[in-house]
């Protein structure tokens, strides 16, 4: 009875904890890509007001963020949870086997290991798409102050 709920605690922790990771990666390259079609296929005519044409861009950007801040804190708990299994199969087997800590460890901090793996893209890209942002907001006010003039 131990050794199943044990067994799919691990389970449970590696495709909770992994594919939360995995789906937060696929979130972040979904919205870079889409962010990224629509910077290139934006028309500076077709906005009058700075403030809209702001708004759109920024569209979505916080959630790159947001995921990039958050990805490492999932991955330390899924590490943190994998070591409270690793301690909890120690006590019950009444017995300490380095070889078993060892690899429930090691299992455990492949977790904190995903978490960065899936928060330095999205920084990277959130940085992009930031200046990406930028560009566009610098081209506007040149063009609109040329209008002026």
């Known amino acids: 009875m131990q050794d199943n709920f044990l067994a ?3 389970d449970a922790l590696d495709y909770g904890v992994m594919g939360v990771l995995i789906l937060m990666s696929i979130v972040t390259l979904w919205l ?3 962010r990224m079609m629509f910077y290139n296929s934006i028309r ?3 906005y009058k007001n700075r403030d809209h044409l702001e708004m759109d861009l920024t569209n979505n950007i916080s959630i790159i963020s947001a995921i990039g801040s958050n990805a490492p804190y999932v991955g330390l ?3 943190v949870l994998g070591i409270m299994i690793t301690f ?3 006590g019950d087997a ?3 086997d380095a070889k ?3 690899i429930g460890l090691a299992l455990a901090l492949k977790a904190t290991a995903m978490g960065l793996i899936v928060a330095m893209p999205a920084i990277v890209a959130y940085t ?3 200046r990406k942002v930028e560009k566009i907001l610098a081209a506007y006010d040149i063009v609109n102050e040329e209008k002026v003039d």
Do not use: N
Request: charge should be negative; charged fraction near 20%.
């Open 8 to 10: 799919y605690a691990e």
């Open 32 to 34: 870079f890509i889409e």
């Open 44 to 46: 500076l005519d077709d």
């Open 77 to 79: 708990l899924g590490t």
């Open 88 to 90: 909890y199969a120690m």
């Open 94 to 96: 009444g017995a300490v």
């Open 100 to 102: 078993k800590i060892m």
């Open 128 to 130: 992009i798409v930031l």
